[in-house]
T-cell receptor, first 112, second 118 residues
């Protein structure tokens, strides 16, 4: 079955440092989404990438979708304490599948 | 507009007991999903539904049953609870956009249901 791995599993950074999490799928994805889950909360949609090689920015966050549509990354510039949480990538296999498989997640801690 | 509502929020069961988690959405979404979240395991898909009256298995369906009798509701049942089913359960829903198009498969989650099986 489809597997989606994320690295690292945990990351501690000093406030102001940059942070990157990487997402790798065992199958080609139709699209990729990123979600953020605050401690004790539920996943909240951040962004979706659909095209091969696509790059999108949201303020300090930069998202990339790989050329082969099997990997993605999220980069946060100058982290803030409000960035604390677990970041998940997710996506369905290409080919019209509706099962959305989530990555294992990266838990980000920001030290003030 | 409530979005996705899950009930109950918390529940403690004894091994062998049964229960049903209810998910209701008011966004007219076609697709609905049940995930479980365990430490270090991310979110794993239990069952999902692409429309009223239809259900399909996800990655970890054993020990669970689901029903989608109405478009807005998706029920997750545990017939005989086991300690391994202790988890946080999330329901989610999405529109049925064409896969590969913008907005396809974008999930809106409920607040979660924390289940403990003793």
């Amino acid at each position: 079955g489809q597997q989606v791995m994320q690295i690292p599993q945990y990351q501690h950074v000093q406030e102001g440092e940059d942070f990157t999490t990487y997402c790798n799928s065992s199958t080609t994805l139709s699209n990729i989404q990123w979600y953020k889950q605050r401690p004790g909360g539920h996943p909240v949609f951040l962004i979706q990438l659909v095209k091969s090689g696509e790059v999108k920015k949201q303020k300090r966050l930069t998202f990339q979708f790989g050329e082969a549509k099997k990997n993605s990354s999220l980069h946060i510039t100058a982290t803030q304490t409000t960035d604390v949480g677990t970041y998940f990538c997710a996506g369905p296999r290409s080919g019209g599948y509706q099962k959305v498989t989530f990555g294992t997640g990266t838990k980000l801690q920001v030290i003030p | 507009n409530a979005g996705v509502t899950q009930t109950p929020k918390f529940r403690v069961l004894k091994t062998g007991q049964s229960m049903t988690l209810l998910c209701a959405q008011d966004m007219n979404h076609e697709y609905m999903y049940w995930y479980r979240q365990d430490p270090g395991m991310g979110l794993r898909l239990i069952h999902y539904s692409v429309g009223e009256g239809t259900t399909a298995k996800g990655e970890v369906p054993d020990g669970y049953n689901v029903s989608r009798l109405k478009k807005q509701n998706f029920l997750l049942g545990l017939e005989s609870a086991a300690p391994s089913q202790t988890s946080v359960y999330f329901c989610a829903s999405s529109y049925s956009r064409t896969s590969g198009s913008s907005g396809a498969n974008v999930l809106t989650f409920g607040a979660g249901s924390r289940l403990t099986v003793l």
